[in-house]
T-cell receptor
């Protein structure tokens, strides 16, 4: 069974600085998807960024980028120029390519932005 | 924009009650999911459905059942609520045809069982 581990329950960063959230996963599959989701306080969970395992290039979405290390089974999220609105729970998630489309989530990392 | 709505944001029930949590999506998605979110455990899949009247067990189906009579609606049922089912419940939907594979989430229902 696939597992996803986020070893940092909480992180904090000064506004305008850069922070990296860690995620590791375990799978025997060669192709899969990885995601970072953001859950702001009392608000809906939204997709931040997505990575297909067969793509060598790291995904980027504006201030958000990932460092995808397939051999190490690592998928970290870098947030540049942190803003107060980035404060949220961040979840790393895994999904197989084939079969059921369920997501396997990590435990989450609570990110605090200090003004 | 994809919209996933859940019938209640907060719900308080008593032990032994039958509880219905409703989820509706407006994007004609085939897949719908129910997750449970607990601190330190992340989200865990309870049940999912890939078509009307179809359902499959997720990782923690015990104590729950589901119903999908219409494509847009997916209900989670707690037949006899227990205190260990106090949690945040999140519904999600996704489209299997676009290849996007993104799940869109509802706002969640925080259920307290007394």
């Amino acid at each position: 069974a696939q597992t996803v581990t986020q070893s940092q329950p909480e992180m904090s960063v000064q506004e305008a600085e850069t922070v990296t959230l860690s995620c590791t996963y375990d799978t025997s599959e060669s192709d899969y998807y990885l995601f970072w989701y953001k859950q702001p306080p009392s608000r809906q969970m939204i997709l931040v960024i997505r990575q297909e395992a067969y793509k060598q290039q790291n995904a980027t979405e504006n201030r958000f980028s990932v460092n995808f290390q397939k051999a190490a089974k690592s998928f970290s999220l870098k947030i540049s120029d942190s803003q107060l609105g980035d404060a949220a729970m961040y979840f790393c998630a895994y999904r197989r390519i084939q079969g059921a489309q369920k997501l396997v989530f990590g435990q989450g990392t609570r990110l605090t932005i200090n003004p | 924009d994809v919209k996933v709505t859940q019938s209640s944001r907060y719900l308080v029930k008593r032990t032994g009650e039958k509880v219905f949590l409703e989820c509706v999506q407006d994007m004609d998605h085939e897949n719908m999911f129910w997750y449970r979110q607990d601190p330190g455990l992340g989200l865990r899949l309870i049940y999912f459905s890939y078509d009307v009247k179809m359902k499959e067990k997720g990782d923690i189906p015990e104590g729950y059942s589901v119903s999908r009579e219409k494509k847009e609606r997916f209900s989670l049922i707690l037949e006899s609520a227990s205190t260990n089912q106090t949690s945040m419940y999140l519904c999600a939907s996704s489209d299997i045809f676009t290849g996007e594979n993104t799940q869109y989430f509802g706002p969640g229902t925080r259920l307290t069982v007394l």
